[in-house]
């Protein structure tokens, strides 16, 4: 893989809510939270991965190589940018459209709590 910082540039992609619900739902696919600690702490998904967005090139190799990975924030902005960055790096990756808000007002269930994984 290319590095997450080094990367040329690539078109954008994205999945819609429901579509994410779905493959997070059946495991087919790697949740990426990239929204602040207070954030993820107000509410998130069980399955999500929560790497803050300014972490990113840090921790670029907790992201699968080998998995699709949608990428998540509140409202789909960050996560757009992320996104289009690990496709430049040659990652299989998509945007949740909406981020969090759609995939609340989809059906998508969140928890609450304070860990941090």
């Not at 059946?26 to 949740?31: E, I, N, P, S, V």
């Amino acid at each position: 893989m290319s590095s997450f910082h080094d990367a040329s540039a690539a078109g954008p992609t994205a999945v819609d809510a429901v579509d994410a619900i779905r493959l997070v739902g059946a495991g087919d696919a790697w949740l990426l939270d990239v929204r602040e600690g207070y954030e993820w702490a107000d509410g998130h998904v069980a399955e999500a991965h929560h790497i803050p967005m300014a972490e990113l090139g840090a921790r670029q190799s907790e992201i699968p190589e080998d998995q699709l990975v949608l990428v998540i924030c509140h409202s789909g902005g960050r996560s757009r940018l992320v996104t289009d960055a690990l496709v430049r790096a040659e990652y299989n990756a998509k945007n949740v459209e909406g981020g969090m808000e759609a995939w609340l007002a989809s059906g998508g269930l969140t928890i609450r709590d304070n860990s941090d994984n």
